[in-house]
């Protein structure tokens, strides 16, 4: 049996973490994580991240619905960032796209919108 990694939180406690699409390799979005986040992500199955405007966890789709299974936790090779392998669904983007990288920076939008921001928060 291998041992965990032990992922550097650094000096304010996060990790950035990327949610791409296990299936796809659509990159979704980016987002931090704590340590309370990871455990919980791993407990539950489901992604949790740190708020850094709101101070506090949140668990991806508790209020809109757009949730992400997490199938798999990947650590980089300085163990300071984490990538998510997840099934989304709806979109990932509180703009209602599905991914958070949705235009160009030219300003072309590329992404597709996949539901009202508005009929949700």
């Given amino acids: 049996m ?3 990694v032990e992922v550097d939180f650094g000096d304010d406690g996060l ?10 390799g659509e ?19 489901r992604a949790h991240y740190y708020s850094r405007s709101r101070d506090e966890l949140w668990e991806k789709g508790a209020t809109s619905g757009h949730t992400q299974s997490v199938e798999e936790v990947r650590v980089d090779c300085d163990a300071d960032t984490l990538l998510y392998l997840v099934e989304q669904t709806g979109g990932a983007c509180h703009t209602g796209r599905r ?23």
Avoid: H
Wanted: aromatic share 10%.
């Fill in 2 to 4: 291998t041992e965990d």
């Fill in 99 to 121: 991914s958070c990288f949705y235009r160009t920076i030219d300003g072309d939008e590329v992404g597709k919108t996949v539901f009202d921001p508005d009929d949700v928060y």
């Fill in 15 to 24: 990790v950035p973490a990327v949610a791409q699409d296990a299936d796809s």
């Fill in 27 to 45: 990159v979704l979005m980016l987002a931090y994580v704590s340590p309370e986040a990871l455990e919980r992500t791993r407990e539950t199955g």
